[in-house]
């Protein structure tokens, strides 16, 4: 670690923002530590284990929508097709009657398709002679469009028993713990929370709600990290704001390591004359200080802290220090390796890109990676296509809040003309 730690560290101000993936996913460990939780309690928790399907799912045959269920091998027989109704079977009653051969019932969706039907014409397709509460009514319809097996869904077509039903890694969100209870089970074995010590650095950081001085701004970094960790499902260790004073981050660092899986701080990282961060970190752990080829977000500390006994402590994500600068590094950098560090499947906590148009020229400087932030919307000719949310300064935080998804250009791109395709990562779900 400590070797892997001091290579990219000689070699940080080269580093493009795929190296800084492979850095991260080499150090975050899934936390080890896992718990039984009740299926309402385990919303936004990461699977410890597979879930196998215990039943076969459906558990039996069953009609795919209200209709008449009957024997395909008759649809070859006639056009159209007559069959005489020999009763109406409902959903969670399983008909224990006899069929006469040539025989439909009337049945509705969901319920168990006899032995020998495996076939339903819905009833809109349908014409009854005779009614319902007759002793025989027929249900006429036309046999050209259907098939044997025909609105039938089969036992075990969506999982067969013993087959995974949930990979280890998941994230559980509403369908998968819908799954799990279609499953009939009531518990899941999940890892437990990742703890998270979160601290913001500077002298100028004043809290929300103290009276405006001189040279002071309000401390939002941390306020928005804490939504951001919280929205992941970590537990938060909230620090406060550090001073820019030796002593005081010292004391930071050491309390946040005391129980923290990871210490994520904002600030402090850069060249700065009052950064002490770097001198602390190198002290009290193992910490490369990166300078990453991407705008907004260029310097970054990573690393891990050491322990009293010599094991290997919490991971140090420290990140920038301009409002916009430290979310996109967070979203970007530290969201993927936090997912990681909960048991999420790395490839899965890797949001999908799509690609749109530029609705205006970008400038764009070759050799860094630029997220911009846009707008998605329609134009006149009904495409979608993105348009920046106006000044990119990493300072200016409302352009995030204006903006629905990130452009990503890459690394080799120069200037981009107007109507030039370019990925674009939406931001709903991930801030």
Request: glycine share 10%; with cysteine; net charge negative.
């Amino acid at each position: 670690m400590t070797q892997l730690l001091t290579r990219i560290g000689a070699d940080a101000g080269a580093m493009q923002v795929n190296q800084v993936h492979t850095l991260l996913r080499a150090l975050a460990q899934p936390v080890a530590e896992t718990e039984s939780l009740p299926l309402q309690q385990a919303l936004g928790r990461v699977l410890a284990a597979d879930v196998l399907s215990p039943v076969d799912v459906p558990p039996h045959d069953n009609a795919a929508m209200d209709g008449y269920a009957f024997a395909g091998q008759w649809l070859a027989t006639a056009e159209p097709l007559a069959l005489p109704v020999a009763g109406t079977v409902l959903a969670g009653q399983p008909w224990t009657g006899d069929i006469p051969a040539g025989h439909a019932l009337r049945i509705m969706t969901g319920a168990m398709l006899p032995p020998g039907l495996d076939t339903v014409v819905p009833f809109e397709l349908c014409q009854l002679e005779g009614t319902a509460d007759a002793a025989a009514p027929t249900v006429r319809f036309a046999s050209a469009g259907l098939r044997p097996g025909a609105n039938r869904r089969q036992r075990g077509e969506e999982l067969a028993t013993g087959a995974t039903a949930l990979p280890a890694g998941t994230r559980l969100g509403p369908a998968e713990l819908g799954l799990a209870a279609g499953l009939g089970l009531a518990q899941l074995t999940v890892r437990r929370r990742l703890r998270v010590a979160l601290f913001s650095t500077g002298d100028e950081l004043l809290q929300p709600g103290e009276a405006a001085r001189t040279g002071a701004i309000y401390d939002s970094n941390r306020f928005a990290l804490a939504a951001a960790l919280q929205q992941l499902g970590c537990t938060v260790h909230d620090l406060g704001a550090v001073r820019d004073e030796p002593a005081a981050l010292r004391a930071a660092l050491q309390h946040a390591a005391q129980d923290a899986d990871v210490i994520l701080t904002s600030g402090g990282v850069s060249s700065g004359d009052a950064d002490h961060t770097q001198t602390l970190l190198a002290e009290l752990g193992d910490v490369a200080f990166l300078r990453i080829a991407m705008r907004p977000g260029r310097p970054l500390a990573v690393g891990r802290m050491h322990r009293a006994d010599g094991r290997p402590g919490a991971l140090l994500l420290g990140l920038p220090g301009n409002p916009v600068a430290t979310l996109l590094s967070f979203a970007l950098l530290a969201r993927p390796a936090l997912l990681q560090a909960m048991g999420m499947d790395a490839e899965r906590a890797t949001p999908a890109l799509v690609q749109v148009p530029l609705a205006v020229p970008l400038r764009k400087r070759a050799g860094r990676t630029e997220f911009v932030r846009a707008t998605l919307h329609t134009n006149a000719q009904g495409q979608v296509e993105a348009r920046p949310t106006g000044n990119q300064s990493s300072a200016m935080l409302s352009s995030l809040v204006q903006a629905d998804a990130l452009l990503l250009l890459d690394h080799h791109q120069g200037d981009l003309a107007a109507a030039t395709l370019v990925n674009a990562l939406p931001l709903h779900g991930l801030l």
